[in-house]
């Protein structure tokens, strides 16, 4: 007790009645523990000795604080140290709120009990409103440590899905769609189509951040492999022609080019200076605004096939790979080194006599 006293007493959270005294028994090095109940005169009065060591237990850490989840449909699924008291409308409260869609709540309580059953958990259903009009219960049903509150949507919600449009439209902004039902024609369509100075080259659709290749002219003649559904968050874009041609890669001077109408690839390499030492201009890359790409083919010997160069296209040209040692080259090797063996062995014999 007077211990207890010179450290200034026990702090709130301390377990009082259970502290823990560890005796060294000399000289063996061995230990032994006595628990003292420091709540009364007589625990007060245990004697300790030289190199006794006292822990005052932790209430905090000790006794289980356990926890509670809530996810589903609430705006801020979380899983939170418990707390007495708490009912369910409180946790959902401290989750955000139940979101528009919620319709019903599952609470799952571990089961603890003297004998075995295939049962882990009970069960308590709540059918609810965002305004909780719907079950008194939920205001008054109090959680218990470590249950989980799973709040349900209702089979029938399905949340509200835009597609955004801009640039060379005639009316701008967010579309509400169908998903996998309104496809790229439909929306333009709606959005007034296209103006005038429209480049429909310059198509693009933006996926999750991704160009999804499409052929504009096709799509809005209704070809079902380009008029693709559309999705929510989806992005349309035009834009006005931008009459250059972007040639980049291994090539003197990477530039944009003034478009030419029947200008090949190999043209517009040329007007920027040519490949490089190690340019490749024979598997040069088209790409197009549309998100399509097409190579430069070889057909025979040095004759290549182009494919059409339009306004808004990038031209690149890759670097050829490090050239590899032919066969001739390698045997030639081989031969060499056998001969400076053999060299090396005619003298070593040499010597030897």
Do not use: C
């Amino acid at each position: 007790g007077r211990l207890l006293d010179e450290a200034q007493g026990p702090l709130p959270w301390a377990l009082t009645d259970r502290v823990k005294v560890v005796r060294a028994l000399l000289p063996t090095g061995r230990t032994e523990l006595y628990s003292v109940d420091a709540t009364n005169a007589a625990g007060r009065a245990f004697q300790l000795r030289e190199f006794d060591a006292v822990d005052v237990l932790d209430g905090r850490l000790a006794l289980a604080g356990g926890e509670v989840t809530v996810e589903g449909a609430v705006h801020n699924p979380a899983t939170r140290v418990f707390v007495e008291r708490e009912s369910l409308r409180d946790a959902i409260d401290r989750s955000g709120g139940l979101k528009e869609e919620a319709q019903t709540i599952d609470v799952s309580r571990r089961k603890v009990g003297p004998t075995y059953s295939d049962t882990t958990s009970i069960q308590f259903h709540f059918d609810v409103t965002p305004d909780f009009r719907s079950d008194p219960r939920v205001a008054q049903f109090v959680l218990a440590r470590d249950d989980h509150v799973m709040v349900r949507s209702s089979p029938g919600y399905r949340p509200q899905q835009f597609v955004t449009v801009e640039g060379q439209f005639k009316y701008t902004g967010s579309y509400a769609i169908t998903a996998g039902r309104d496809r790229v024609r439909d929306l333009v369509k709606r959005a007034g189509d296209v103006l005038p100075e429209s480049y429909p080259e310059s198509f693009r659709l933006l996926r999750d951040g991704k160009q999804v290749s499409v052929d504009f002219a096709r799509a809005m003649l209704g070809d079902p492999a380009q008029n693709i559904p559309l999705l929510g968050g989806d992005h349309l874009a035009i834009e006005r022609d931008p009459k250059t041609v972007f040639v980049t890669g291994a090539v003197s001077h990477p530039a944009l080019i003034r478009f030419r109408p029947g200008l090949s690839a190999a043209d517009y390499i040329e007007l920027a200076g040519g490949p490089t030492e190690n340019g490749d201009a024979g598997k040069a890359i088209v790409d197009y605004p549309s998100g399509f790409s097409r190579r430069v083919r070889k057909v025979a010997f040095f004759f290549h096939t182009s494919p059409d160069v339009v306004s808004g296209a990038t031209v690149t040209v890759p670097e050829r790979p490090a050239k590899q040692a032919s066969s001739i080259d390698v045997w030639s090797r081989v031969l060499s080194t056998a001969a400076t063996v053999a060299s090396l062995a005619i003298a070593w014999v040499a010597v030897k006599k």
